[in-house]
C-alpha cells in the first residue's frame, strides 16, 4: 500500500469483528513498532499484547474511552522505558504506535489508540499488567478487523502552518 494513502485514509475504528487477527499480521505489525526512529537509536519501549478476554474487558472498564477493547481480538498496551533513554522515554514510543497503525491498516486491520500517561488510568494499568513502576504506560491500541467505516475531516493546511516564524504567511 502506498504510505501516504494510508497515512490520509487510516482512521481510528471502535467496532470490531470477532475474527481473530492472525499472527503472522501480528508479527509485522509489531516489527513496524520495533523498527520506527528514536533518539539515539536507543528504542525505549516495550509492548505488551494481550489477547485474554478477561483482561481486554478489565482495561476497557478502567479505561473510559476505550471500553471497546472489551471487543476488539488484541488490545497492544505500549510502555516507555526511561532508563532506556531518560529525555526520549515518551515521545519515542509513539512513534513506534504511528508506525504499527500504518502497518495494520496497511494489512486490512482497524485500530484506535488510546491515551493512558499522565492520567489517573496509569498506575490502574500498571497493577492490571504487573508493569514496574520503574516504567510509563504511554497508551492502548486495539487491534482488530474492523466493523464499521470512519471519515474524518483536518483543518486547512493554512490554519496549522506558518513560514519562517510564528504567524508568517507563505
Known sequence: MDTIKAIRERRSIRKYKSDNVKEDELETILQAGRWAPSASNKQPWHFIIIHNEDMRKKLADIHDYGRFMKESPVVIVVLGDP?????????????????????????????????????????????????????????????????????????????????????GKK
Open 83 to 167: 532508563e532506556k533513554h531518560p529525555r526520549y522515554h515518551l515521545a519515542d514510543p509513539h512513534q513506534a504506535v504511528q508506525n504499527m497503525l500504518l502497518a495494520a491498516y496497511s494489512l486490512g486491520l482497524a485500530t484506535c489508540w488510546m491515551g493512558v500517561r499522565d492520567t489517573d488510568l496509569e498506575p490502574q494499568f500498571r497493577e492490571a499488567l504487573g508493569i514496574p513502576e520503574k516504567l510509563r504506560v504511554i497508551c492502548s491500541i486495539s487491534l482488530g478487523y474492523g466493523d464499521q467505516d470512519r471519515q474524518s475531516t483536518r483543518f486547512p493546511l493554512d490554519e496549522i502552518t506558518s513560514w519562517e516564524t510564528y504567524g
